[in-house]
């Protein structure tokens, strides 16, 4: 199947998924779309303020640690060549095999789906892509839209499921595969899978685990859809599942948070390099 991932720039899971995705015999990535980080202009500047002032200032330190910690990461991986197919960044496994890729702020803009109709996919993949797909998005692939979600859906619906999970103090994780609809993480449920959240974990070391269960969970779906087989999931919901919408942490959420857990560890990003489930 011809296939267009959608990343997020310097997001770990997006390039967790995207090393997955390019080595599965079932799919040929002829596209990458990559959601670029807000530009420092003049009205970027001002959506960045708006931003930190939501989040605090404690978290913005900490991506910027963690995004440091993920070039380190890059950097081992050129010293130990074998170590690359882990964690190569979206940007270089294109141009290593000179797939297009499409810089977009805002994947709705007609320059985009310009982009994805020359293409002309089966499928759009989401690979923990920060931005909400439209209508007009979404008609385009033959097939539909796939997302991996890191968290069990219905339950841990919306931004940071594996934030949430933790700041929740729930005892079990979860990673959904569903099809993209026009609502947020509404669409029909395809494969999920939950695991159980150890006494040390932090919201990285969750993120990396659902991003590598998603991208095997995402491969079985896409052998059913290949096969010709329907690869809805055909167990019921459970009725002690709530369906619950979280939004984007805020700064008393990430209070509450670091009360209870790390949120990082430098072990915890380099570790998807010798992960042996990987």
Same mark, same amino acid.
């Given at each position: 199947m011809d296939v267009i991932i959608l990343y997020s720039a310097g997001h770990l899971g997006s390039a967790v998924i995207m090393n997955k995705l390019f080595n599965m015999p079932e799919i040929n990535i002829v596209g990458v779309v990559k959601a670029q980080p807000l530009?420092?202009? +003049?009205?970027?500047?001002?959506? !960045? !303020?708006n931003h930190l002032k939501k989040v605090g200032w404690k978290f913005a330190w900490l991506l910027l640690w963690q995004r440091g910690i993920q070039v380190l990461g890059y950097l081992v991986t050129l010293a130990f060549p074998f170590l690359r197919k882990r964690l190569k960044p979206a940007w270089k496994i294109a141009a290593d095999h000179n797939i297009p890729v499409f810089h977009c702020g805002? =994947?709705?803009? @007609?320059?985009?789906?310009?982009? +994805?109709k020359k293409l002309q996919p089966d499928l759009l993949i989401s690979a923990y892509f920060s931005q909400i797909l439209k209508k007009e998005i979404i008609s385009l692939p033959k097939t539909g839209v796939l997302n991996i979600h890191p968290g069990w859906l219905p339950s841990y619906k919306g931004a940071m499921a594996y934030f949430w999970v933790l700041n929740n103090g729930s005892d079990r994780?979860?990673? %959904?595969?569903?099809? +993209?609809?026009?609502? =947020?993480?509404?669409?029909?449920? $395809?494969?999920? @899978?939950?695991? %159980? $959240?150890?006494?040390n974990a932090t919201q990285e070391s969750v993120l990396m685990y659902t991003a590598v269960i998603g991208a095997k969970l995402l491969g079985r779906v896409l052998r059913k859809l290949i096969d010709g087989k329907d690869p809805k999931l055909h167990t019921a919901h459970s009725q002690d599942e709530k369906e619950m919408y979280y939004p984007m942490p805020g700064d008393k959420d990430f209070e509450s948070y670091f009360k209870q857990r790390r949120y990082f560890r430098i072990r915890d990003v380099l570790s998807v390099l010798v992960m042996k489930k990987y």
């Open positions: 530009k420092m202009s +003049i009205r970027g500047r001002t959506r !960045i !303020i805002n =994947i709705n803009d @007609k320059s985009c789906q310009e982009f +994805i994780g979860g990673v %959904t595969v569903h099809w +993209i609809d026009e609502g =947020i993480d509404t669409g029909e449920v $395809l494969a999920r @899978k939950a695991f %159980t $959240l150890k006494a």
